[in-house]
Nanobody
Framework: DVRLVESGGGLAQAGGSLTLSCVVS????????VGWFRQAPGKEREGVSC???????YYKDSVKGRFTISEDNANKTVYLEMNSLTFEDTAVYYC????????????????WGQGTQVTVSS
């Protein structure tokens, strides 16, 4: 079975940084894209970033230049480094897999982790 486990969330001050990790198991890691998503209270889940099987990365416009997605193939882990955090980045962050990144629509992704809370204090 596919399993994704997120970690690294927590409390950060505005302007601060956090790095999230997503450990993937149960799939051939090289054959899949891994996306990061977030869901704030009362809002729909949205795509934040994605890295495809070729290592090409994609970002939501509002996080470009602040967030960096990367992968460690040996450890089947995808990271999301988040810098210059703002209050608007507060959300539960999820990782998920799909065959491709596409437009990072949540409905395109089939296997999900349990999420990790990120809270940014203003």
């Amino acid at each position: 079975d596919v399993r994704l486990v997120e970690s690294g969330g927590g409390l950060a001050q505005a302007g601060g940084s956090l790095t999230l990790s997503c450990v993937v198991s149960g799939i051939t890691f090289y054959d899949y894209a891994v996306g990061w998503f977030r869901q704030a209270p009362g809002k729909e889940r949205e795509g934040v970033s994605c890295i495809n099987r070729y290592g090409v990365t994609y970002y939501k416009d509002s996080v470009k230049g602040r967030f960096t997605i990367s992968e460690d193939n040996a450890n089947k882990t995808v990271y999301l480094e988040m810098n210059s955090l703002t209050f608007e980045d507060t959300a539960v962050y999820y990782c998920a897999t799909n065959s491709w990144c596409g437009s990072i629509y949540p409905t395109d992704f089939s296997s999900w982790g349990q999420g990790t809370q990120v809270t940014v204090s203003s």
